[in-house]
């Protein structure tokens, strides 16, 4: 049974509706998360190979309507700068969805970067702050801990350069291997 | 999308906004022509005046000593009135015999007709008198067929008389009396005043024509004039003339006689026929008493009668409308996963052929707007030309119409991708295949619109319409782009 709350909050959807006919253009932002958000912190991925001690994410986002298109960057400093060594710098998101406010995504693990069979992640993050924010577990599963990503870039100030993805090798890390720690190489088993 | 783009986009749709005030403006603005008006001179409405005569005769005195007297018919003063009364209304024009014989407007005048027939009625007395009898009649009777067919009856009535007398003269020869007593009552009927001179003829024939002139009191039918309804009407219609006054004076001998006016006019009803709207039997009292009879008769009808001042009018309908209006579309079936909509503004033509039949034509310029889910990659026009014909209903508050036509819509610049990685990087073939988006030129199909225009004052109306296509030709196998529902709303100018 459809409650009066219920009713209220489907009102904006049917003058939405009304006023879509009549008017231009839908009531929608279908462009909420377009832009770029980073980490506030080092974002560590459990058993993740070249990812052990963390990195700096920033995610480059396109969204249109339910459609969530960009990519994921691996970096060593809070303005995303540098990469992390011995990996890849960048993966594109697949199949991002936007949904009732969580965005869904996965991507490949940024090792290896060159061939190899890099494992599947996944990142499920919630808006927060009218699309300022978003928060929520990113790595093999989505019981994690919750990182905050807030916005650095709207959605008009992103670049050509922003939006590049080579998926390149960042080269070799120069004492204990790729990331920080040698040992995640091999799967982070130890 | 970029602030410049975002930029772009607003300025675009001010350009639009601007275009469609403008028009509208111009249209309002434009000189407004006068709506037609009467002619400042008086329309005046024709009514014809037949000849009177006097039918009050005397078969004793058919005959007299010496010369008959050539003229004397008391009926002609009795039209003589009638013409005078009528002519006291300004907006009534009197046609009489001696005009329409002299008629100078480019119809049959009487001078051919008149002397062949004169020709014939020669012929005939010279076969007559030949005693060609069979030649007499023949050239007699093509005389008055004739004469009956150039309303010499009216016109020329001496001649017709003397064509009936030969002719009557010329059966009796042959001893064809029913057709001689014929043809001496039709002499009557065309000259009543006719008088003979006593002892020219064989007493036979005086004996003829005088039982012609008996029966000719007893059985003429006065009411019929000219010989029918048909031939009246037909007279009329000759003159130029929409009613008829006649007035004769009818009796036999030893009656006081009576006083004879008939009224008749066309009906205004479709299919119009002569119809009699006015009518006096009145006694003959004096001459005087006899011109009042008639100068009431013909008042009377006067004030009742319709008039062209009176007279509703019609006002003539357009038979162009122009009209400029803000246009709405929208595809229903599209390759976006949402309704995205068009708006611009559309000029259109039509052309009343016909009651209830038009013709049209159309040209809109519409601009997509983004789709909420950005399926589409940039804004496009579309120009929309639509032509074919109408069905209306029209009446001085507008018309009502519905258009059937033609369809063609020329896409500029469509794209479109359900591709999120075409959207965010459009430019890069790794990311996106080509084969993801749709590019839909030209579209060709059919229409149906249904539309009203409503006069607001003067030629300028107002106009709403609601239309719908289906396109079936396109540059794209499938056509992606499909059924357009469109709405236009304006104002227009109606050209009479």
Request: net charge negative; glycine share 10%.
């Amino acid at each position: 049974m459809r409650t009066g709350s219920s009713m209220v909050r489907q009102a904006p959807g049917w003058i939405c509706l009304t006023a879509s006919l009549v008017l231009l253009a839908g009531c929608e932002n279908s462009h909420l998360l377009t832009g770029s958000f980073v980490s506030t912190e080092r974002v560590t991925f459990e058993n993740v190979p070249g990812l052990g001690t963390g990195a700096y994410v920033k995610l480059v986002l396109g969204q249109f309507g339910p459609d969530v298109a960009g990519i994921i960057r691996f970096c060593s400093d809070p303005d995303c700068a540098l990469s992390v060594k011995g990996i890849c710098d960048c993966r594109f998101l697949i199949d991002g969805r936007y949904e009732n406010g969580d965005l869904v995504f996965g991507f490949l693990a940024p090792y290896p970067c060159d061939g190899g069979d890099p494992e599947e992640l996944a990142g499920w993050l919630t808006s927060r702050n009218n699309g300022n924010s978003l928060e929520g577990p990113i790595g093999r599963t989505y019981d994690g801990r919750k990182w905050t990503f807030s916005r650095k870039q709207a959605a008009g100030d992103l670049t050509t350069e922003d939006k590049t993805c080579d998926q390149s090798f960042t080269g070799a890390v120069p004492d204990s291997g790729p990331g920080d720690d040698g040992a995640d190489l091999d799967g982070g088993n130890g | 999308m970029t602030r410049l783009q975002g930029a772009a986009i607003e300025a675009r749709t001010g350009l639009l906004i601007g275009l469609v005030v403008f028009l509208t403006c111009m249209t309002l603005s434009s000189d407004a022509a006068p709506v037609p008006t009467k002619p400042s001179e008086v329309v005046k409405r024709r009514v014809l005046v037949l000849p009177g005569h006097d039918y009050r005769l005397d078969p004793a005195n058919l005959f007299m000593d010496g010369d008959p007297p050539t003229s004397g018919d008391e009926g002609g003063a009795l039209s003589d009135v009638a013409a005078a009364t009528l002519r006291k209304e300004v907006e009534i024009s009197v046609a009489l015999r001696d005009g329409l014989s002299e008629r100078g407007d480019g119809g049959d005048r009487f001078d051919g007709p008149d002397l062949a027939v004169r020709g014939l009625l020669h012929l005939g007395q010279e076969r007559y008198r030949d005693i060609r009898i069979p030649e007499a009649i023949s050239a007699l009777e093509q005389g008055i067929a004739s004469a009956r067919k150039a309303w010499l009856d009216i016109l020329a009535p001496d001649v017709l008389s003397d064509l009936y007398l030969y002719q009557g003269l010329s059966y009796l020869e042959l001893n064809q009396v029913a057709l001689s007593h014929a043809a001496f009552k039709n002499m009557l009927t065309a000259s009543p005043r006719r008088k003979f001179r006593k002892g020219w003829f064989p007493p036979a024939t005086e004996a003829a024509l005088k039982a012609a002139a008996e029966d000719f009191i007893r059985t003429s039918p006065w009411e019929n004039l000219l010989g029918g309804v048909d031939r009246m009407e037909s007279f009329l219609k000759y003159a130029k003339a929409t009613a008829v006054v006649t007035a004769y004076l009818s009796g036999g001998p030893g009656e006081a006689g009576q006083v004879q006016v008939r009224i008749a006019e066309m009906s205004r009803q479709p299919g119009s026929h002569l119809v009699q709207v006015a009518r006096a039997d009145t006694s003959w009292v004096s001459p005087e008493a006899a011109v009042d009879v008639v100068s009431r008769t013909v008042s009377n009808w006067l004030s009742c009668t319709v008039l062209p001042s009176r007279e509703a009018v019609d006002r003539p309908h357009a038979r162009f409308f122009l009209d400029t209006a803000g246009a709405y579309s929208v595809y229903l079936k599209v390759p976006t996963r949402r309704i995205f909509s068009n708006a611009g503004f559309g000029i259109g033509l039509s052309w009343q052929i016909k009651d209830g039949l038009d013709v049209f034509g159309r040209v809109n310029l519409l601009n997509a707007f983004e789709d909420p889910y950005g399926d589409l990659f940039r804004q496009f026009w579309t120009v929309r030309t639509t032509a074919g014909v109408g069905y209306s209903v029209r009446g001085y508050w507008g018309r009502v119409f519905l258009h059937t036509g033609i369809v063609l819509d020329y896409l500029s610049g469509f794209e479109s991708t359900t591709n999120p990685n075409c959207k965010f990087w459009p430019d890069d073939p790794a990311r996106c295949p080509a084969s993801n988006v749709r590019r839909p030129r030209y579209l060709f199909g059919a229409t149906v619109a249904l539309g009203v225009n409503v006069t607001i004052f003067g030629p300028i109306f107002f106009t709403f319409q609601i239309g719908m296509g289906a396109f079936f030709v396109s540059n794209e196998s499938d056509t992606p782009v499909n059924f357009p529902l469109s709405l236009d709303l304006g104002l227009g100018y109606a050209f009479f």
